[in-house]
Structure formats: structure tokens, C-alpha cells
């Protein structure tokens, strides 16, 4: 198989998106879809997306003995609704009103946690923060801090399997959903298969990272990535609202 420049630059990204959410729990979605989209925007949502699912599965099956499947059910199942919800919501509001609503309300949630008001990882929390994930996921294709946040306390492998066992779950609903309503019109075959070795690369380095340096406590960098994610989310809807391409072709008439 024949990789170009632009080939191997995308193993990079992916490999080092695989990288973070292998050892923390999120983050590929963030690192990967904005810099592959400049490489080729095809890569989004759809291959990004199945890239995503692949690497929850390969979390699942390596730690398949340690997880507690009772406990994120409530979060899978409430991801449905939210990500039909999400689905519908694009077909009457302009994505990028969706993108600075719900930039503003994660950076507020953000900001309580960081204010220490923590919610108790229960069913009820779980379904509601499952349904926001799917709900976000779905409309802005960012739907990792929702679920995060609520594991924040928790230690690094708890919080990296069972957020893995929830996108496992959820990443094919957020994919049917997104195809129902027009968003997905094909998965993109070979730019996944072309992608795959950089995230079989960043999987076998983030096992090697575990065995370097076992840090248990992730609550900094689960809020870090979920700044960096609201920020996105923001930037994008800020964009899209300017639509600079309409404002330049209104400039030059």
C-alpha cells in the first residue's frame, strides 16, 4: 500500500491521538478530526469516528475482566435518545448555534467542577451525562467530555475502561443516527484502512507509557482536554456563524 506525504503525516496525527485517549480515556476526537480534516476532509466524521470505535474496542478486550458493565449501562443506554435528539436538532437549528451552545455550557460545567462541585457517580448521573454526551457527540462530534467529567475522581483505569466500554456502545448509535439524518453518507473504506497502523502504533504506545508511568489520578488532564475541547467546539460555531467565504464574496460584489 502506497502512503503519500500527506499519508504518513495522518498516521502521526493518529497515532498520537490514540496515544491520549489510550492512557487517559479522551482526546482522540480532539487531536485527530481538526488536524485530519486539513489533510482531507473526508476524514470526518465518518472514518474518524470508526477509527474512534476501533480503539475503544481494542481498551475493552485488553481490560474486558476489569470493567464494570453494570455500572456505565445506564450511560449507554441513555446515549440513544441523546444522540436522536442531537440527530433532530440538526435538522432545525444551524449547526453552529448547536456548537455555541453547548461550548458555553461545557465551559460552565467546567468551571463548577473546577469550583468542586462534584456529582456522584450513580445511575442517575450517568444517564444524564450518557444522554449530553450523545446529545453533543451527534451535533458537534465532541461528546467525550460529558462522560469524562463525571470520572474525573476516579482513578485513571476506571475512568479510561468504562469510558471506553460507553463509546464502544455509543459510536455506532452517533453513526446511525448522523446517517439518518444525512450526516454520514459514507464511512470512507480506505482512509481508515490507510489510518489503521498509526492506530495500532499509538496503542502500543500508550502500553508502553502504562508500564513507564502509572499515575492514577487524572482529574488535571480530564479537565484540560474538556477546555481544549469547549474551545473547539466554540471556534467552530464561531466560523461557521461568521462564514467568512459568504462575507468575502458580499466584500468583493
Not at 46 to 69: T, Y
Not at 235 to 248: I, K, P, S, T, Y
Request: positive net charge.
Amino acid at each position: 500500500m502506497w502512503y503519500s506525504p500527506d499519508d504518513l503525516l495522518a498516521l502521526l496525527i493518529v497515532a498520537t491521538g490514540t496515544l491520549v485517549q489510550a492512557w487517559v480515556g479522551i482526546g482522540f476526537g480532539l487531536l485527530a478530526a481538526p488536524l485530519l480534516y486539513l489533510i482531507n476532509p473526508a476524514y470526518v466524521p465518518g472514518p474518524v469516528l470508526l477509527l474512534g470505535w476501533v480503539l475503544s474496542l481494542l481498551v475493552v478486550i485488553r481490560q474486558r475482566c476489569q470493567l464494570n458493565w453494570r455500572r456505565v449501562l445506564p450511560a449507554m443506554l441513555a446515549r440513544v435518545p441523546g444522540s436522536w435528539c442531537g440527530a433532530l436538532l440538526l435538522l432545525y437549528i444551524s449547526s453552529w448555534q448547536l456548537s455555541l451552545v453547548f461550548g458555553t455550557s461545557l465551559l460552565l460545567a467546567i468551571w463548577l467542577s473546577s469550583r468542586r462541585y462534584t456529582l456522584k457517580l450513580n445511575s442517575f448521573n450517568l444517564s444524564i451525562s450518557g444522554f449530553l454526551s450523545g446529545l453533543m457527540g451527534t451535533a458537534t462530534s465532541v461528546g467525550g467530555p460529558p462522560i469524562a467529567l463525571l470520572y474525573q475522581y476516579e482513578s485513571r483505569k476506571v475512568a479510561r475502561n468504562e469510558i471506553a466500554a460507553f463509546f464502544l456502545v455509543g459510536t455506532p448509535v452517533s453513526l446511525l443516527m448522523l446517517a439518518w439524518g444525512g450526516g454520514v453518507a459514507w464511512i470512507g473504506w480506505p482512509l481508515v484502512i490507510k489510518a489503521m497502523p498509526g492506530l495500532f502504533l499509538g496503542y502500543w504506545l500508550s502500553r508502553q507509557l502504562e508500564s513507564v508511568v502509572d499515575k492514577d489520578n487524572i482529574r488535571v488532564l480530564i479537565l484540560f482536554i474538556s477546555v481544549l475541547s469547549a474551545a473547539v467546539v466554540l471556534w467552530q460555531g464561531v466560523m461557521e456563524g461568521l462564514d467568512l467565504n459568504r462575507l468575502a464574496s458580499l466584500w468583493r460584489s
